[in-house]
């Protein structure tokens, strides 16, 4: 009795815990870009199984088991992604899902919200042409957010629509080049009425104007200003900081700044590298710093996280 126990045993782990012994025997492991590493270095493991007619099916897990990806690749060395794919996030739940075609999205991808149920955005790609066609969802209401073209660069190019929010009244009609706003922009109330009327050549604001609900033109303003620092963070952390010329030599620092909406600065966040005395420093010098413009929305000022990558550079003064 005791030996049909512990067989049982047994075959309840294997049933519970077969992505951990698989990854024991015939796993290959992993990081973001498909790279393969040592398995104290992946963030994820692959389960390659035997070639079939619709090519060499690959089962990917995050290191704790979870199940992160499958799909299909044209050889076992999974250079080339072929057909459908489907991926899921740390908790279990999916991610998105499309096809690829000779290593590229192709047609209809679907994005999903944290629950892996609501739809958070669709992207319909055109292959071969480059870049796609996003459709932002609100996950509450099914309402859209935006929609618009993304370049092969994943820059906004062409015509956008914003949508204000829990409606599907347009709130805003946007063209692009590159990235940045060009040409006529179209700002709408709820109601449909024009409320700002901008024309930017290249990335220059040359005539604006605004109304209010019933047409009347009033005094303009833009609809959002980010904060501004007393003088560029890069300079000042330069003069401020000893460490900092030699440590930016060689690598790039990311700053991640609260400003409040009466300017001072409140929560900061460094990353980039690990020299735990000049980070200090580093962060104390910010914390020093005299008090930004403000971020303002509608014109009245509002905090705004502020992030920036400093990265090596001459000044000519």
Same mark, same amino acid.
């Given at each position: 009795?005791?030996?049909?126990?512990?067989?049982?045993?047994?075959?309840?782990?294997?049933?519970?815990?077969?992505?951990?012994?698989?990854?024991?025997?015939?796993?290959?492991?992993?990081?973001?870009?498909?790279?393969?590493?040592?398995?104290?270095?992946?963030?994820?493991?692959?389960?390659?199984?035997?070639?079939?007619?619709? %090519?060499?099916?690959?089962?990917?897990?995050?290191?704790?088991?979870?199940?992160?990806?499958?799909?299909?690749?044209?050889?076992?060395?999974?250079?080339?992604?072929?057909?459908?794919?489907?991926?899921?996030?740390?908790?279990?739940?999916?991610?998105?899902?499309?096809?690829?075609?000779?290593?590229?999205?192709?047609?209809?991808?679907?994005?999903?919200?944290?629950?892996?149920?609501?739809?958070?955005?669709?992207?319909?790609?055109?292959?071969?042409?480059?870049?796609?066609?996003?459709?932002?969802?609100?996950?509450?209401?099914?309402?859209?957010?935006?929609?618009?073209?993304?370049?092969?660069?994943?820059?906004?190019?062409?015509?956008?629509?914003?949508?204000?929010?829990?409606?599907?009244?347009?709130?805003?009609?946007?063209? /692009?080049?590159? %990235?940045?706003?060009?040409?006529?922009?179209?700002?709408?109330?709820?109601?449909?009425?024009?409320?700002?009327?901008?024309?930017?050549?290249?990335?220059?604001?040359?005539?604006?104007?605004?109304?209010?609900?019933?047409?009347?033109?009033?005094? /303009?303003?833009?609809?959002?200003?980010?904060?501004?620092?007393?003088?560029?963070?890069?300079?000042?952390?330069?003069?401020?900081?000893? +460490?900092?010329?030699?440590?930016?030599?060689?690598?790039?620092?990311?700053?991640?700044?609260?400003?409040?909406?009466? %300017?001072?600065? %409140?929560?900061?966040?460094?990353?980039?590298?690990?020299?735990? +005395? +000049?980070?200090?420093?580093?962060?104390?010098?910010?914390?020093?710093?005299?008090?930004?413009?403000?971020?303002?929305?509608?014109?009245?000022? +509002?905090?705004?996280?502020?992030?920036?990558?400093?990265?090596?550079?001459?000044?000519?003064?």
């Amino acid at each position: 009795m005791l030996l049909k126990k512990s067989f049982m045993a047994i075959a309840f782990a294997v049933v519970m815990y077969p992505n951990q012994m698989l990854a024991q025997d015939n796993a290959v492991y992993v990081n973001e870009m498909g790279t393969i590493l040592p398995k104290e270095q992946a963030r994820y493991y692959r389960i390659i199984n035997v070639p079939d007619t619709s %090519g060499v099916t690959i089962k990917e897990y995050f290191m704790d088991g979870t199940l992160h990806c499958v799909g299909h690749y044209t050889s076992p060395q999974a250079i080339i992604k072929q057909g459908q794919f489907v991926y899921y996030n740390a908790k279990g739940f999916k991610a998105s899902q499309g096809e690829y075609i000779k290593g590229f999205k192709s047609g209809v991808w679907i994005l999903f919200s944290g629950n892996g149920k609501d739809i958070a955005e669709r992207q319909q790609y055109f292959y071969p042409e480059k870049g796609y066609y996003s459709i932002r969802y609100d996950p509450e209401t099914a309402n859209k957010l935006s929609e618009g073209p993304f370049d092969e660069n994943n820059r906004k190019t062409g015509v956008w629509k914003e949508y204000h929010f829990h409606s599907d009244s347009l709130r805003l009609l946007s063209r /692009y080049l590159g %990235g940045s706003r060009t040409g006529e922009q179209q700002e709408f109330f709820r109601n449909g009425r024009l409320k700002r009327l901008e024309l930017f050549e290249g990335r220059k604001l040359k005539h604006a104007e605004q109304f209010d609900e019933e047409g009347n033109r009033v005094k /303009y303003y833009p609809a959002f200003v980010y904060p501004v620092p007393p003088e560029p963070l890069w300079k000042y952390l330069s003069v401020r900081v000893k +460490c900092f010329d030699s440590v930016i030599k060689s690598i790039n620092i990311h700053v991640v700044v609260k400003v409040n909406e009466d %300017g001072s600065l %409140g929560d900061i966040e460094i990353t980039g590298f690990d020299n735990g +005395c +000049c980070k200090t420093a580093i962060m104390e010098a910010i914390a020093h710093m005299k008090k930004w413009k403000p971020a303002k929305r509608e014109d009245v000022p +509002c905090s705004f996280t502020v992030e920036n990558d400093l990265r090596y550079r001459v000044f000519n003064e």
